[in-house]
Structure formats: C-alpha cells, structure tokens
C-alpha cells in the first residue's frame, strides 16, 4: 500500500509578515468564480491559505441578509479576510469600498486596494490609486497596493506608506505567467516591504517562479477558481509556493553557458 506523504508548512523561521502578523502559508487565495461556496471552503481549505481576499463589492459577507453569506464557509476566526476594492475604476469609489469594509469587518484596517484603468485590460490606473493610497494610509488603514510591474512605482507605494507591494505579472485572470521576471527580481532586490505577486499566474510552476525570484507570496484566484479541478490546483499550488521559496532559501546554482561535469575528474585514479 502506498502511503500519500502530506506537504509540509513552511518552516518557523521563514514566516510571511503582514501587517505585524505572522503566516506560514505564502499563498494568498481569492474567493470569487468558483461553482459555489462549498466548493470555495474545500479549495481554501487545500491551498493552505491563511489570508483570503473577498472582493466588497461582489461578494456577500453580511450586507444582504437573504443571500448566502461567505462567512459561513470562510470564518474570520480561522482565516484573515482581505477585503478588496475590486471593481474600483477611481480613487472615491475604492475609498468608500475600504469604508464599507471596516464596517462589515469589526473595524479591521486591512485592506488590499486596486484601482482599474479600464474594462479590457484591468491594468491599474496609477494616478488614482496614488490618490487612494494617500487618503488612505492617512485615514489609517493597513495598503496592500495592486500595481504594475514598474520598480520606480513600487518604490513609491512603499514610500507612501503601503505595508505591501503586489506587482502584477500579467493581466488579471489571463494566466500568462510571469511576463517579465526580470522587473519582478529590481521590484523585489529594492523593497523594504512584502512583494507579493497578484495577477496572471496560470498554473503551478508560474506561482514557483515568482517565489524563486524572491517574492514574499503570489496571490491568486482565477488559476484555481478556473481549473478544471479547483481543488486538485489548489493543492498544486500549495506545494509550489513551498517548492519555489524553498529553492530561493537554498541559492540556485548559476547559469553558465557550457556543461560542468556533475563528478569532476580532476584527482580521479586511472
């Protein structure tokens, strides 16, 4: 009989800090386009998050009384619920969003803001979530700041007192993968502050890449909400986050053009 070895949690030196808090998992899932909720509980359940992203806007957790409430399958008690502005296309529009969220939360000041540039792409509109982010962090509420790829960007959201950086490494929900590593690696080789990627990954060795560029943690939703299997992915996903940071604790070799002999034979006896 085969015995089935369970994925082990990252180890307790290695913890995700958000906001002052300790995580294990650095796999960040969101709750949206599953079947339904029951299958949202079993998919969360197999990531191994610990911090899950609700969307206020289309997401029911206690403002309509007669429509299944998320909270019933996602409990506050075990998971840190990340209230998100998505579906914001301005600065006042993502403000209020985080309003209504502290008051649905119990006053939790944590909050992952996106502020979208247009229907089609989604990508960020820069301008407004800086206006955002600035009325925000002074109003005293906790910034996870969904931006692009840009390293000076992401250098100012820092600045501006965002206690996290999500670059995007492609459009959200398309599944691309990490388009350019190469920003990703300036991103995070310059912050202070968690660098998670948010958006565009597709399947498990993408999640793995961004962690072996020395991301903090990936946030996702479509590439296990989409799945054929969600949970299976879920599962997936959970083994490559640990995977890809485990590589980057434990130093690549480097990458060279010719072959290097795995046993030298340099002092071998003939």
């Not at 995700?16 to 339904?36: M, N, Q, W």
């Not at 407004?128 to 931006?147: H, P």
């Not at 990954?201 to 793995?208: E, K």
């Amino acid at each position: 009989m085969s015995t089935v070895m369970q994925s082990q949690p990252q180890p307790a030196d290695d913890p995700l800090v958000i906001a002052g808090v300790e995580y294990r998992s650095r796999l960040l899932t969101g709750t949206g386009k599953y079947r339904d909720l029951n299958e949202t509980r079993e998919a969360t359940e197999a990531s191994g998050a610990e911090i899950v992203t609700v969307a206020i806007r289309r997401t029911n957790i206690g403002q309509n009384p007669d429509e299944p409430n998320l909270l019933d399958v996602i409990s506050p008690e075990k998971y840190t619920l990340l209230p998100n502005t998505a579906g914001c296309y301005n600065a006042e529009d993502a403000v209020r969003t985080c309003h209504l969220a502290r008051e649905l939360l119990d006053g939790r000041k944590l909050v992952k803001l996106e502020v979208l540039g247009d229907e089609q792409t989604l990508f960020p509109d820069i301008t407004e979530t800086i206006k955002a982010t600035e009325t925000l962090v002074a109003e005293g509420f906790d910034i996870m700041v969904y931006t692009n790829d840009d390293p000076i960007m992401a250098r100012r959201f820092e600045e501006l007192g965002c206690i996290a950086v999500m670059p995007l490494a492609a459009p959200i929900g398309s599944g691309l993968g990490i388009r350019n590593p190469y920003n990703i690696r300036t991103i995070v080789e310059n912050a202070s502050v968690p660098i998670l990627v948010d958006a565009g990954v597709g399947t498990a060795s993408d999640a793995s890449i961004a962690m072996e560029l020395g991301c903090d943690g990936v946030l996702m939703n479509t590439a296990i909400a989409g799945a054929d299997n969600p949970v299976l992915m879920a599962t997936a996903m959970k083994k490559a986050i640990e995977a890809g940071r485990e590589a980057f604790r434990a130093g690549r070799i480097p990458r060279k053009r010719f072959a290097s002999a795995s046993t030298p034979i340099d002092g071998a006896f003939f």
